[in-house]
């Protein structure tokens, strides 16, 4: 069972500012995360910058239990 079987897409389509909002919004906090992460772990600015960019629209899809 995946999580993307339990999407509502006529819901999110019918205001998807919200969702999109939320989204970007997310993706903007984990840039941040993992921008200060990587310069505290000592890695170069460009390393680091690129290693957020990269790494902060992916996610990790938890099975359902």
Do not use: H, W
Not at 18 to 28: K, R, S
Not at 43 to 48: H, I, L, P, R
Request: glycine share 8%; charged share 10%; proline share 6%.
């Amino acid at each position: 069972v995946s999580t993307g079987a339990s999407l509502d897409i006529a819901r999110i389509l019918q205001n998807p500012l919200p969702l999109l909002g939320l989204t970007a919004g997310l993706i903007i906090i984990k840039i941040v995360l993992i921008y200060a992460a990587g310069r505290m772990a000592g890695v170069s600015n460009e390393v680091a910058r690129e290693s957020a960019l990269v790494l902060a629209p992916n996610c990790a899809f938890i099975p359902n239990k």
